[in-house]
């Protein structure tokens, strides 16, 4: 069982509109809700797989209940922890072209009560994941080192934890040792403190954050490719992508399918690479099934190719 723990979820509501033109009343075609946030993703892909996952999130309001009974209807064991704030609602506008522009709220303030409330159901649950997963940014009311916390409670439930966060947080969370750590090139840059140009780049900064406390660096670095850093080596793989028609949520299935092939190895970097792919193939935010999966698409590779230059800059 996968456990998914989201801080900040949501409900994505997307229009599809002709164009996008400001200060004036437009009419959407089409209009969908879909469940929302990075934790929240990973459990949709791990449903989608028809394997078991339960995603434990702060729900608050009839915002919270729909998110509930979504992710019910799509496969999703809910553990909800009820807050006093609503959950939020994050707003897209689809424009023909591909072109997307979202508007995400923040979200609601959680007491010190609700905030220990989530952590304890975290650790709880994790007693009887194979991986505990927690994804995607804080909201109000929870500091820069709370996930720190969560790692070191699902260390002491006997459980593995994979982190997909950013900045702070993940600085922080470092020093408990996550057994798998998830940022994108831009993330991995930010948290090392330089330019990245390279794949060489890439992998001496994982290798930074590996001595900072992370067990493994599984890294994604957009169109180039993905990198794995662990303590079995270092492993670079790529994907065939024919046409992309939406990234949302593309990241989130790719640890979704790392993970599910066991969370470690070329074999599972081969099996995030497939996911994301098919993720990126397919409208909105759905999540691939295995029908939906091309292995043959990938290659992974012990022989990295340190010189290849980065797709798009880092800071």
């Known amino acids: ?18 164009a996008l033109q400001r200060g004036t009343v437009l009419r959407a075609g089409t209009d969908r809700v879909d469940p929302g946030g990075k934790g929240v993703n990973v459990s949709r892909a791990v449903a989608a797989a028809g394997l078991p996952t339960t995603a434990v999130l702060p729900l608050g309001g009839p915002e919270g209940a729909l ?3 979504l992710l019910t209807g799509l496969g999703v064991h809910v553990a909800g922890v009820p807050v006093t704030g609503s959950t939020r609602v994050n707003v897209s506008i689809a424009e023909p072209d591909g072109t997307l522009t979202k508007l995400n709220a923040a979200g609601p303030h959680l007491s010190p009560t ?5 952590l304890e159901t975290a650790r709880v649950h994790a007693a009887r994941a194979t991986w505990t997963v927690c994804c995607g940014s804080l909201p109000r009311g929870l500091d820069a080192h709370w996930y720190a916390e969560l790692v070191a409670r699902t260390h002491r439930a006997g459980a593995r934890i994979a982190l997909d966060t950013s900045g702070p947080a993940l600085l922080a969370a470092l020093r408990e040792a996550p057994d798998v750590i998830k ?8 948290a090392v403190g330089h330019p990245l140009t390279t794949v060489g780049d890439a992998v001496k900064a994982a290798g930074e954050l590996r001595a900072r406390g992370a067990r493994a660096v599984l890294a994604s670095l957009g169109a180039t490719g993905q990198l794995l850093v662990d303590e079995r080596g270092t492993c670079f793989g790529s994907a065939r992508v024919t046409a992309v028609r939406s990234d949302v949520g593309a990241g989130d299935a790719s640890l979704a399918g790392f993970l599910t092939a066991g969370g470690t190895g070329p074999a599972a970097l081969a099996a995030a690479l497939a996911h994301g792919a098919a993720a990126v193939a397919l409208p909105g935010s759905l999540m691939p099934t295995p029908d939906d999966l091309r292995p043959e698409a990938v290659t992974v590779t012990t022989d990295v190719p340190l010189d290849r230059p980065l797709d798009g800059a880092t800071r």
């Open 67 to 69: 998110l509930a009974d």
């Open 114 to 118: 609700e905030t220990e409330t989530l």
């Open 1 to 18: 069982m996968i456990l998914t723990i989201t801080p900040n979820p949501s409900l994505d509501r997307t229009y599809d509109i002709p």
């Open 183 to 190: 940022p994108n090139a831009e993330e991995l840059a930010e």
